[in-house]
T-cell receptor
């Protein structure tokens, strides 16, 4: 099992460009999450999907959109990137709900110039 | 807003010593989890302790939870160089949407 995979690993964007971060899990988990981590800080929840077909905003959703493509895949889209979105983005999944153990991907480092 | 706050922010000890990290939180919780993050990597789950539990062990890890003080501690015994990492506590509140809220972490350095 690969667990949680994320692509790309690293990306450089110019202000105003768009991109989609991909996440997939092969553990048959129902819930998936997108977090961002800024230097010296913990993770902040951007969006989550409690189950296939549902998505909800987290703590810092502005400037992002998500799509739960199917049970395995949960993508994060930046429509018009801003320097404030420079961060490391982590995808995670859990069997059912945020209260259970979450399994994290390796992260995507995004630099917006 | 951060629900959990870790203390200390950074800790440096000699290999073989015990390391203790603390976490305080503000509102009533369903459970509290500890995660480890090695530099440049994703987070790895260590232990989940539920609100009705007081202590939990996993190998060299011991976690305590005091709901009356709204605090938890993570003890790593007989530390090793490989334990060098950042450690985060995360909580799930009883009220509101079920979300995992992370603290800012403790950076632990084990000196050989």
């Amino acid at each position: 099992n690969a667990g949680v995979t994320q692509t790309p690993k690293f990306q450089v964007l110019k202000t105003g460009q768009s991109m989609t971060l991909q996440c997939a899990q092969d553990m048959n988990h129902n819930s998936m999450y997108w977090y961002r981590q800024d230097p010296g800080m913990g993770l902040r929840l951007i969006y989550y999907s409690a189950s296939e077909g549902t998505t909800d905003k987290g703590e810092v959703p502005n400037g992002y959109n998500v799509s739960r493509l199917n049970k395995r895949e949960f993508s994060l889209r930046l429509e018009s990137a801003a320097p404030s979105q420079t961060s490391v983005y982590f995808c995670a999944s859990s069997v059912q709900g945020a209260g259970e153990t979450q399994y994290f991907g390796p992260g995507t480092r995004l630099l917006v110039l | 807003s951060q629900q959990g706050e870790e203390d200390p922010q950074a800790l440096s000890i000699q290999e073989g010593e015990n390391a203790t990290m603390n976490c305080s939180y503000k509102t009533s919780i369903n459970n509290l989890q500890w995660y480890r993050q090695n530099s440049g990597r994703g987070l790895v789950h260590l232990i989940l302790i539920r609100s009705n539990e007081r202590e939990k062990h996993s190998g060299r890890l011991r976690v305590t939870l005091d709901t009356s003080k709204k605090s938890s501690s993570l003890l790593i015994t007989a530390s090793r160089a490989a334990d060098t990492a950042s450690y985060f506590c995360a909580t799930v509140k009883i009220q509101g949407a079920q979300k995992l809220v992370f603290g800012q972490g403790t950076r632990l350095t084990i000196n050989p």
